[in-house]
């Protein structure tokens, strides 16, 4: 039956809704200096940036004649950020062209350049080297952090739930999960969806009349804020009572998806919970919150209604928030796969409606650059929150699960410091019930922890990033691989020097490794007192893997006991050990994927 709900989802969620718009979009030139190096395993593809795009679509082909698209098989966006590109779907010994497409707004991808031409280079047996270089005395740059802001949640009324999953009580299980993304990583705030929802029992109507209580989300955002986080107030889905057609739902639990039967009474909705808000926990308080327009209206499966429809609860719904406060803040699109941006904001420049932030949603690859977006209708101020990103959009896949997705938050993290305000990792635990209750304990969910509390490999990334300090330093990458397949995160705080290296490429066919893209590393640090000792902390196939770990046991759908539950906790867990090197340089071997957390300071004898 789960299978059945899964393939009606996957069908449903393929649906795009309007696309149609007025918009023009900038004639952006391909990029220059186009240039495809050919590796063991891999092409790296290089360029220079273009002003004005938000991505670059890769094409490839045999010949001019033939380019396509590079499929890394994310099953979401294929526009990248920015440069480099690391090509692993391709046939090594065989050459291929390369072209680059600048892409002005993510439905739209522009013409191609001229193209390049480049084989990846067949695999010998040993393994490349890449030298990696860190300057640990330079005075070094701040660390932006874009996982500490913001975590997403499964609908944050489960905190209320008292039902068991796994023979794991739900309420509390993801109580604990967001505390330990708080006390552990050092987030800021959850996003959920749901609020509105008719199990808040916020909004009813009485002989035609509105009855608003706000007693269930009173206990939820308690909690929330008894945890130390605070509330991305997404405000959505649909009140029964209020809906234009309330047979119109998502999920397992019956999200409706409508438009509101009166959009006064949907203003209102939203003014009285604002200032019910303020009033309960003061407007210092609230004044820090983000209130977020919907989920994802840019597919048809999360909105019924039209784009214009869409466009005017925007309007309404971030009039009710500012009638409140002027200087709350309020923002959307909350789209998926970077839809919408431009919609939003051209519409907002239009009928003078106020935009704080623009959120939107991708998964497979590091989020785009949507500031050019704000840059081009006049929001160049708006902050930038990715209230979702993760490794795939797909419920129940095992990728989720794997250490490459740990890799993969590596990867995105890095790519989003200093240009996005939040990259919000969905979602902090597998109590996750958007269709359905989990139905074992490794089952693909989108869950950082398992339910059991569990830690996977996605989340020892986070911790392994936790550990890097305030100051970043400055890097060198020179090799096969380097500074594409092969990253680096450096940093500095007070007499310590963090290095997290790690092998990646977003090419998911090979999530389950590719002897050909293991690399040696050579790590050098000069300026290093020689006698500081290093730590390693490493995720690796085997190493920090609970799918690994549970396999080892003979665990089936769920740990028989509290036994096997501590044994594969202990057996999954992130292990730091000493490291040997010669005061200033040290060798290692990276297979992809996999990542080392390297800590460099003074030793205790």
């Not at 031409?117 to 860190?134: E, F, K, M, S, Y």
């Not at 039902?163 to 967001?178: N, V």
Request: net charge negative; charged share 25%; aromatic share 8%.
């Amino acid at each position: 039956m789960q299978s059945d709900a899964k393939t009606e989802w996957d069908e449903r969620i393929a649906v795009r809704g309007d696309e149609s718009r007025d918009l023009e979009f900038p004639d952006l030139d391909p990029p220059k200096l186009v240039t495809a190096v050919g590796g063991v395993g891999h092409v790296t593809i290089d360029w220079s940036p273009v002003p004005g795009a938000v991505g670059y679509v890769i094409l490839r082909g045999l010949d001019d004649e033939s380019l396509e698209p590079v499929d890394h098989h994310s099953g979401d966006v294929l526009s990248v950020p920015s440069p480099p590109y690391v090509d692993t779907t391709c046939t090594a010994g065989t050459e291929y062209s390369y072209a680059v497409a600048s892409v002005p707004e993510v439905t739209v991808q522009g013409r191609p350049g001229a193209s390049v031409r480049a084989a990846a280079l067949v695999a010998d047996g040993n393994p490349p080297t890449v030298q990696v270089t860190v300057d640990a005395v330079a005075e070094g740059t701040e660390l932006h952090k874009p996982w500490v802001p913001m975590i997403g949640s499964e609908r944050l009324s489960q905190l209320l739930c008292k039902d068991r999953s796994g023979g794991r009580e739900i309420g509390i299980e993801l109580e604990d999960a967001l505390r330990r993304m708080h006390d552990e990583i050092g987030v800021r705030t959850v996003r959920a969806h749901a609020i509105f929802h008719d199990d808040t029992r916020v909004y009813t109507e009485q002989d035609g009349s509105p009855v608003h209580d706000f007693s269930v989300v009173d206990a939820i955002y308690d909690k929330v804020l008894g945890i130390g986080l605070r509330p991305v107030v997404e405000l959505g889905f649909m009140p029964r009572d209020l809906a234009s057609d309330p047979t119109r739902t998502v999920f397992e639990y019956g999200a409706i998806i409508s438009p509101p039967k009166s959009w006064d009474r949907w203003g209102s909705l939203v003014r009285a919970l604002v200032s019910h808000l303020v009033d309960r926990y003061g407007l210092d308080e609230v004044l820090t919150w983000d209130f977020e327009v919907w989920n994802e209206a840019n597919l048809s499966v999360f909105w019924s209604g039209t784009k214009a429809e869409w466009m005017h609860l925007y309007d309404v719904t971030a009039a009710a928030v500012k009638s409140v406060d002027p200087r709350l803040a309020v923002g959307g699109p909350s789209s998926a796969a970077a839809g919408w941006v431009d919609d939003l904001l051209a519409h907002a420049a239009s009928v003078g409606s106020p935009v704080d932030f623009v959120s939107t949603h991708t998964y497979g690859s590091p989020p785009l650059d949507v500031q050019a977006s704000l840059d081009r209708h006049g929001f160049s101020e708006a902050r930038i929150l990715w209230t979702e990103w993760g490794v795939t959009p797909t419920h129940f896949n095992p990728i989720s699960d794997s250490v490459f997705s740990g890799v993969f938050v590596l990867r995105g993290m890095r790519s989003a410091a200093g240009r996005v305000d939040a990259l919000a990792y969905w979602v902090a635990s597998d109590h996750f019930e958007e269709l359905g209750r989990p139905p074992r304990l490794l089952h693909g969910g989108f869950g950082l922890q398992t339910v059991g509390g569990l830690p996977k490999p996605r989340f020892h990334a986070l911790s392994m990033l936790s550990r890097l300090g305030p100051v970043e330093l400055p890097v060198t990458l020179d090799g096969d691989g380097g500074g594409s397949l092969v990253e680096a995160w450096a940093s500095r705080d007070r007499d310590r020097v963090a290095v997290l290296l790690w092998n990646l490429t977003l090419d998911q066919t090979k999530a389950n490794g590719s002897p050909d893209l293991t690399r040696i590393v050579r790590l050098e640090v000069p300026g290093v007192d020689p006698s500081w000792r290093v730590t390693a902390t490493t995720l690796a196939t085997g190493t920090g893997d609970i799918v690994a770990a549970a396999a080892d046991l003979g665990i089936g759908d769920w740990p028989e006991s509290e036994e096997q539950w501590r044994a594969l906790g202990e057996r999954s867990r992130l292990v730091r050990s000493p490291l040997e090197w010669n005061g200033s340089a040290l060798e290692l071997t990276l297979p992809m994927p996999s990542a080392i957390l390297l800590e460099i300071q003074p030793g205790r004898d």
